[in-house]
């Protein structure tokens, strides 16, 4: 049997991974030189790697996550910002979501707070975890579309399944008791379930005045607040350093 008939059956068998690596021992003048199960072993391994790159690249597709240059590894550490190196490095494990906590990133207009957000959410992603990323204004408005549609059960299990979804902007617009309540029920479908990010530019502090309704606001502040993480970012904007590199820097 020759190199084209195995290159073809691999082809017809559809593992890419598999073939782009058999091309490369194949052009290697210590080919002969490895094992048998050394050669196999490093075939199976790159279709493995290729699979879950293929995955990966799906998953953030589907994620909807803007700043796909968002990685935890470019973080600026400025003095300035005040960030806690040993408290990402450790969120950067994603034991947070394992262990089913929250993340609350605080922070004024342009200091990082949907970068470090979305950050997070790529190196999910390439651990594994299903993410979604939207707008808090976003996903309210979305709730009340799917009253009106039929598709509001749907809409809460789509919600629920996420291993971490990312709220972005909380606080921004104004929010009505209504709002407050469709928002509870999101968390409440995820409640010890899966993992939240919230980034805000209002003080914890602050969320029970502006959610409005008192008992909502218990309730959310309870099943977020008591389980998070918290970063407050501090500094200037970053924007004018950053923006123009990224436009998707936030």
């Known amino acids: 049997?020759?190199?084209?008939?195995?290159?073809?059956?691999?082809?017809?068998?559809?593992?890419?991974?598999?073939?782009?690596?058999?091309?490369?021992?194949?052009?290697?003048?210590?080919?002969?030189?490895?094992?048998?199960?050394?050669r196999l072993y490093q075939l199976l391994d790159a279709q493995d790697i290729f699979i879950n790159n293929k995955k990966v690249s799906m998953n953030l597709k589907l994620s909807k996550i803007k700043d796909k240059q968002?990685?935890?590894?470019?973080?600026?550490?400025?003095?300035?910002?005040?960030?806690?190196?040993?408290?990402i490095l450790s969120l950067a494990s994603m034991d947070f979501i394992r262990s089913r906590q929250n993340i609350i990133i605080n922070g004024k207009t342009g200091t990082g707070k949907s970068n470090l957000a979305q950050a997070f959410g790529i190196k999910a992603i390439q651990d594994g975890f299903t993410v979604y990323y939207i707008r808090t204004s976003t996903l309210l408005e979305d709730i009340k579309l799917s009253r009106i549609d039929g598709n509001y059960t749907n809409l809460v299990k789509r919600f629920a399944r996420y291993k971490l979804l990312i709220l972005d902007d909380f606080g921004v617009s104004p929010i009505s008791a209504d709002d407050a309540t469709n928002l509870f029920e999101i968390i409440e479908a995820r409640n010890q379930l899966s993992s939240t990010i919230i980034t805000s530019q209002l003080p914890v502090k602050d969320w029970y005045g502006y959610l409005q309704n008192n008992t909502v606001a218990d309730a959310i502040l309870d099943r977020i607040v008591n389980s998070s993480h918290r970063i407050n970012l501090k500094g200037d904007s970053l924007r004018p350093k950053y923006g123009k590199v990224n436009e998707n820097y936030e």
């Open 70 to 87: 968002a990685l935890l590894e470019n973080l600026d550490y400025d003095p300035k910002r005040e960030i806690n190196k040993a408290q």
């Open 1 to 38: 049997m020759n190199h084209t008939t195995v290159i073809n059956k691999i082809s017809e068998l559809g593992y890419k991974g598999l073939k782009d690596a058999y091309l490369r021992q194949m052009e290697d003048v210590n080919y002969h030189n490895i094992s048998f199960e050394d």
